[in-house]
C-alpha cells in the first residue's frame, strides 16, 4: 500500500516536470493493427452541384480564396480533412471570373467534371485549357490561378494533400502580388495533363486481372506523395474484397454501381466521390460499366515502408 503512494507521488511529480512515465500512459501508443477516426463516406455530385450553382449567386471569387465544397469527412472533431493525409472539394468557376493566382507546399490536381471552351487554369506561366475528363497536376510550390471564358460555369473535383503537410508542418503559402497570373505561353504538357482519349486509351490496353477490371496508374511523378489511377469495372463486375493501409478516395468518372466499404454500402454514379480510409475492407460492384479515378497516399506510404496490402479469403 505505501509502495502504491509513493508511485503515485512519483507520477504526480513527474507530470509536474512535464514527463509521462511510460507505466503511467493514458492510453496505448501501439496497437495490433491500424485504427483511424476517419469513416468510409460517399458525398453525391447531385447534391454538391446545386449547392454551388446556388453559391455562384451569392459569393464571388473575389470575395473567397476559391469557391469550393470540401468533402469533409464525419468524425468528431474534424472540420476540413476527407482523410488522414488526402482532402477533396467540388469548385466552380462562373463564367467570366477569375479565381486569384497563388502557390503552397502542398500538391495538387484536379479532375475535370464539366468545363466549355474558354475555361482554363494556369500553372506557372503555362494556359492549360481545360476540357471534360481532363486529370489536370499543380505540383507543389507551382503557381496556379484559374478563370472562365466560356458561357456556362466549369465544375472540377479538387484533391490535395494539405493534411499531410500540415501534420508534418513544412506548409508555405503565398498570393500572387498582382492577384491573377496572366499566362505567358499556352499549352497541354504532358507533366500537367492527363487527357480523357489518352487514359482511356490506357485501359483499352490494360490486361483484366481476375475479377475482371483493368487498372492503369498514371506516371504523375511531378507529385511524389500521391498515386492516380484509374479502374474499369464491366457490367456485372464484383472486385474482390480487400483491404490496405493507403488513404484513398474514389471519384466516378462514369457509369454507377456500389461499394461496401468498413460495412457500409453506397450506391453511386457518375460525379460522386468515396473515401476510403487506411484498413478499411471494401469491395465494388459495377451494375453498369464504370470508370473510376483513384488519389491516395500509397506513395507516401510505400516510401516509408508502411504500405501493406491484403485481399479477404475466398
Same mark, same amino acid.
Given at each position: 500500500?505505501?509502495?502504491?503512494?509513493?508511485?503515485?507521488?512519483?507520477?504526480?511529480?513527474?507530470?509536474?516536470?512535464?514527463?509521462?512515465?511510460?507505466?503511467?500512459?493514458?492510453?496505448?501508443?501501439?496497437?495490433?493493427?491500424?485504427?483511424?477516426?476517419?469513416?468510409?463516406?460517399?458525398?453525391?455530385?447531385?447534391?454538391?452541384?446545386?449547392?454551388?450553382?446556388?453559391?455562384?449567386?451569392?459569393?464571388?471569387?473575389?470575395?473567397?480564396?476559391?469557391?469550393?465544397?470540401?468533402?469533409?469527412?464525419?468524425?468528431?472533431?474534424?472540420?476540413?480533412?476527407?482523410?488522414?493525409?488526402?482532402?477533396?472539394?467540388?469548385?466552380?468557376?462562373?463564367?467570366?471570373?477569375?479565381?486569384?493566382?497563388?502557390?503552397?507546399?502542398?500538391?495538387?490536381?484536379?479532375?475535370?467534371?464539366? &468545363?466549355?471552351?474558354? /475555361?482554363?487554369?494556369?500553372? %506557372? #506561366?503555362?494556359?492549360?485549357?481545360?476540357? $471534360?475528363?481532363?486529370? =489536370?497536376? @499543380?505540383?507543389?510550390?507551382?503557381?496556379?490561378?484559374?478563370?472562365?471564358?466560356?458561357?456556362?460555369?466549369?465544375?472540377?473535383?479538387?484533391?490535395?494533400?494539405?493534411?499531410?503537410?500540415?501534420?508534418?508542418?513544412?506548409?508555405?503559402?503565398?498570393?500572387?502580388?498582382?492577384?491573377?497570373?496572366?499566362?505567358?505561353?499556352?499549352?497541354?504538357?504532358?507533366?500537367?495533363?492527363?487527357?480523357?482519349?489518352?487514359?482511356?486509351? &490506357?485501359?483499352?490496353? /490494360?490486361?483484366?486481372?481476375? %475479377? #475482371?477490371?483493368?487498372?492503369?496508374?498514371? $506516371?504523375?511523378?511531378? =507529385?511524389? @506523395?500521391?498515386?492516380?489511377?484509374?479502374?474499369?469495372?464491366?457490367?456485372?463486375?464484383?472486385?474482390?474484397?480487400?483491404?490496405?493501409?493507403?488513404?484513398?478516395?474514389?471519384?466516378?468518372?462514369?457509369?454507377?454501381?456500389?461499394?461496401?466499404?468498413?460495412?457500409?454500402?453506397?450506391?453511386?454514379?457518375?460525379?460522386?466521390?468515396?473515401?476510403?480510409?487506411?484498413?478499411?475492407?471494401?469491395?465494388?460492384?459495377?451494375?453498369? &460499366?464504370?470508370?473510376?479515378?483513384?488519389?491516395?497516399?500509397?506513395?507516401?506510404?510505400?516510401?516509408?515502408?508502411?504500405?501493406?496490402?491484403?485481399?479477404?479469403?475466398?
Amino acid at each position: 500500500m505505501s509502495n502504491q503512494s509513493e508511485l503515485e507521488d512519483l507520477n504526480d511529480v513527474l507530470a509536474h516536470m512535464t514527463f509521462r512515465a511510460g507505466w503511467n500512459k493514458h492510453e496505448p501508443s501501439l496497437w495490433p493493427e491500424p485504427r483511424t477516426a476517419f469513416v468510409p463516406f460517399h458525398w453525391v455530385w447531385g447534391d454538391a452541384r446545386p449547392s454551388l450553382d446556388r453559391a455562384g449567386e451569392l459569393i464571388s471569387a473575389e470575395l473567397a480564396e476559391r469557391r469550393n465544397l470540401f468533402l469533409v469527412n464525419p468524425h468528431e472533431g474534424n472540420h476540413y480533412a476527407t482523410l488522414r493525409t488526402l482532402v477533396c472539394a467540388y469548385q466552380m468557376i462562373l463564367p467570366g471570373e477569375r479565381a486569384r493566382s497563388h502557390r503552397h507546399s502542398p500538391n495538387a490536381l484536379r479532375l475535370v467534371l464539366d &468545363a466549355p471552351p474558354g /475555361a482554363y487554369t494556369v500553372v %506557372d #506561366g503555362v494556359r492549360v485549357d481545360m476540357e $471534360s475528363g481532363d486529370v =489536370l497536376l @499543380t505540383p507543389g510550390d507551382c503557381w496556379h490561378g484559374h478563370a472562365n471564358e466560356g458561357d456556362r460555369p466549369a465544375y472540377w473535383i479538387d484533391f490535395l494533400d494539405v493534411p499531410l503537410v500540415q501534420q508534418l508542418e513544412p506548409m508555405f503559402f503565398e498570393n500572387w502580388p498582382a492577384g491573377f497570373q496572366d499566362p505567358s505561353s499556352v499549352g497541354r504538357p504532358a507533366s500537367l495533363v492527363f487527357d480523357r482519349a489518352s487514359s482511356k486509351a &490506357a485501359l483499352n490496353s /490494360a490486361s483484366p486481372s481476375a %475479377d #475482371g477490371r483493368q487498372r492503369v496508374v498514371l $506516371s504523375a511523378g511531378g =507529385l511524389k @506523395t500521391m498515386e492516380l489511377s484509374y479502374e474499369r469495372l464491366p457490367a456485372g463486375t464484383a472486385t474482390r474484397a480487400m483491404r490496405s493501409t493507403q488513404n484513398q478516395i474514389l471519384a466516378v468518372v462514369e457509369g454507377q454501381g456500389v461499394t461496401v466499404a468498413g460495412g457500409q454500402t453506397f450506391r453511386w454514379r457518375t460525379g460522386d466521390v468515396i473515401a476510403i480510409p487506411s484498413w478499411s475492407q471494401h469491395h465494388h460492384q459495377a451494375e453498369e &460499366a464504370s470508370v473510376l479515378f483513384s488519389v491516395s497516399d500509397a506513395p507516401t506510404m510505400k516510401q516509408l515502408g508502411f504500405y501493406r496490402e491484403v485481399l479477404a479469403a475466398g
